[in-house]
């Protein structure tokens, strides 16, 4: 009897592998920008990743981390520049959404990159491995270096929707700002004639603050510049590697928080870097288990619910039913990112 339900289980998860490499998401060519972008996420984090002019970048955006304007920010973009460069006319250039495991892969002239998310932790790992010795550099990019008035129709990504007051801001991030005092919350209460009873209400921006920490062995600061991308300036903090590697890894601690004073806050953060760098770098056994147990969840996590296709040559809507099963999986795959999350995925995604 216990035979028979070991094969019966080992039959299973095959199916389920073959289905999963079946709805995978391929590109055999870098993007343009980030609009040909590929998600990627897990546990309550998300990004979007993309290859364009040979650099390979990224956004960064975490559950619950919300401005004063109860805006939903991003924590900032991210760029891995590699010299030589493999991915500039590469002629073998892959991108690949690989779901049984929940991560990216992008491979080229022997270089091989993969991001993931720590389902259980809010890390961010980009491993490179590369069959000759390569010089990296990465960038942490942000247009919030300077406070910007919110434009007409992003005002939508607020509670003020359509509506915003006039000025309202954007206030500029530093790793020592928390929201302002004064946030969306304030306003409503007083806009509903609430102010008597405030005292009594929670006050989820209150406080609020959230940031990370950008990681790497072999890294020196190389200093600021400030750039445009997609119509927007920005800012630009870089590292480069003291000297060229075939292996490199690089990791991106989050912590949200609602804390008192930045310096608990700032501890906060500090605990969750060394959970990973125990003795003050980081630790391939405790990444390699992380990586492990992501994994883990994910293969689980498609073995709860699929839709197979069934392959019929007599049925003229083979085509439409491949195209629905795909999408199911591709969004089941956008909400497995959030499975943790402090709040809820969008209707959209």
């Given at each position: 009897?216990?035979?028979?339900?070991?094969?019966?289980?080992?039959?299973?998860?095959?199916?389920?592998?073959?289905?999963?490499?079946?709805?995978?998401?391929?590109?055999?060519?870098?993007?343009?920008?980030?609009?040909e972008s590929m998600p990627c996420g897990g546990g309550d984090i998300g990004m979007n990743i993309w290859v364009?002019?040979?650099?390979?970048?990224?956004?960064?955006?975490?559950?619950?981390?919300?401005?004063?304007?109860?805006?939903?920010?991003?924590?900032?973009?991210?760029?891995?520049?590699?010299?030589?460069?493999?991915?500039?006319?590469?002629?073998?250039?892959?991108?690949?959404?690989?779901?049984?495991?929940?991560?990216?892969?992008?491979?080229?002239?022997?270089?091989?990159?993969?991001?993931?998310?720590?389902?259980?932790?809010?890390?961010?790992?980009?491993?490179?491995?590369?069959?000759?010795?390569?010089?990296?550099?990465?960038?942490?990019?942000?247009?919030?270096?300077?406070?910007?008035?919110?434009?007409?129709?992003?005002?939508?990504?607020?509670?003020?929707?359509?509506?915003?007051?006039?000025?309202?801001?954007?206030?500029?991030?530093?790793?020592?700002?928390?929201?302002?005092?004064?946030?969306?919350?304030?306003?409503?209460?007083?806009?509903?004639?609430?102010?008597?009873?405030?005292?009594?209400?929670?006050?989820?921006?209150?406080?609020?603050?959230f940031g990370g920490y950008l990681s790497g062995e072999n890294l020196e600061y190389i200093g600021t510049s400030?750039?445009?991308?997609?119509?927007?300036?920005?800012?630009?903090?870089?590292?480069?590697?003291?000297?060229?590697?075939?292996?490199?890894?690089?990791?991106?601690?989050?912590?949200?928080?609602?804390?008192?004073?930045?310096?608990?806050?700032?501890?906060?953060?500090?605990?969750?870097?060394?959970?990973?760098?125990?003795?003050?770098?980081?630790?391939?056994?405790?990444?390699?288990?992380?990586?492990?147990?992501?994994?883990?969840?994910?293969?689980?996590?498609?073995?709860?619910?699929?839709?197979?296709?069934?392959?019929?040559t007599e049925n003229k809507n083979d085509s439409d039913i491949k195209k629905i099963t795909r999408n199911y999986?591709?969004?089941?795959?956008?909400?497995?990112?959030?499975?943790?999350?402090?709040?809820?995925?969008?209707?959209?995604?």
């Open positions: 009897m216990k035979r028979f339900y070991l094969a019966i289980a080992m039959i299973f998860v095959g199916v389920s592998v073959l289905w999963s490499q079946h709805a995978n998401v391929v590109w055999d060519t870098p993007s343009r920008n980030s609009s364009e002019e040979g650099d390979i970048l990224f956004y960064l955006s975490r559950s619950g981390t919300f401005d004063e304007n109860n805006c939903q920010l991003k924590q900032g973009r991210f760029r891995l520049r590699l010299s030589p460069n493999p991915f500039e006319d590469a002629k073998d250039f892959r991108q690949e959404l690989k779901l049984i495991d929940g991560y990216v892969e992008i491979s080229a002239e022997g270089t091989q990159v993969q991001l993931w998310a720590d389902v259980f932790h809010p890390v961010v790992h980009i491993e490179v491995i590369n069959d000759r010795p390569l010089q990296a550099e990465i960038f942490y990019e942000n247009w919030r270096y300077q406070d910007r008035l919110i434009r007409k129709g992003e005002g939508q990504q607020c509670s003020y929707k359509w509506a915003p007051p006039k000025g309202t801001m954007t206030h500029a991030d530093f790793i020592s700002l928390e929201n302002a005092e004064e946030t969306v919350f304030d306003i409503a209460v007083a806009q509903q004639g609430m102010n008597e009873v405030k005292s009594q209400m929670m006050n989820p921006l209150k406080n609020l603050t400030d750039s445009v991308y997609a119509g927007t300036d920005y800012r630009a903090w870089g590292f480069r590697s003291l000297k060229a590697s075939k292996k490199h890894h690089f990791s991106v601690v989050l912590h949200t928080e609602q804390t008192e004073t930045v310096t608990q806050w700032e501890q906060g953060l500090k605990t969750a870097w060394q959970r990973i760098a125990p003795q003050g770098k980081i630790s391939s056994k405790v990444v390699s288990q992380d990586k492990k147990q992501t994994r883990l969840w994910w293969n689980a996590f498609w073995q709860r619910s699929f839709i197979e296709p069934i392959e019929n999986t591709l969004f089941r795959y956008m909400l497995g990112c959030n499975a943790y999350g402090s709040v809820p995925t969008k209707f959209n995604g």
